[in-house]
């Protein structure tokens, strides 16, 4: 897999595919779900059919996450691509926050409703990365649920490029 710097991306994605994720996780029974960038083999470079987050929010970065909840979005960047995520992300749908001060990890302590059932799918978290996020998911109240399949791939579903 090669990096290469074509677009194939834009903001109108949040509002294209959030609803879709969200009736998804209704299906479930989730609050939430949790979107790494990483593949099932913690890649940085994905190829389209793994680069779920660029599907989902528009942003093509190597390194970020998002987490959706019922009534609220976030993207969480680094540094590097702060200039960037204003760009291909709609800030109207997404909240941007830093992924390195803080992150996922301290957005899952306050953002979630106390008793939140939040989905994540086992195959994109290591387990170190894993049991911080239940940590954090714990001290709001929420809870972490494995789910397969996950409600990101149920609602990308036909539209998804073929595995390279």
């Known amino acids: 897999m090669r990096q290469t710097f074509d677009e194939h991306t834009d903001p109108s994605f949040g509002s294209k595919h959030l609803p879709r994720i969200r009736e998804a996780m209704a299906a479930q029974g989730l609050d939430g779900f949790l979107v790494p960038h990483e593949d099932e083999h913690q890649n940085e470079y994905l190829p389209a059919a ?40 709609d800030t109207a749908l997404f909240e941007i926050r830093d992924l390195v001060e803080g992150g996922v990890p301290a957005y899952l302590e306050t953002a979630p409703n106390p008793s939140a059932v939040i989905g994540y799918d086992p195959r994109l978290h290591s387990p170190d990365a894993l049991a911080t996020l239940k940590r954090a998911a714990a001290k709001a109240g929420a809870e972490l649920k494995p789910v397969q399949p996950n409600p990101l791939d149920l609602a990308w579903a036909e539209e998804r490029p073929e595995q390279p």
């Open 50 to 89: 793994n680069d779920r987050l660029a599907w989902l929010t528009g942003f093509t970065g190597s390194a970020g996450a998002a987490v959706v909840l019922k009534d609220k979005a976030a993207v969480f960047v680094d540094g590097r691509y702060t200039a960037q995520v204003q760009v291909q992300v």
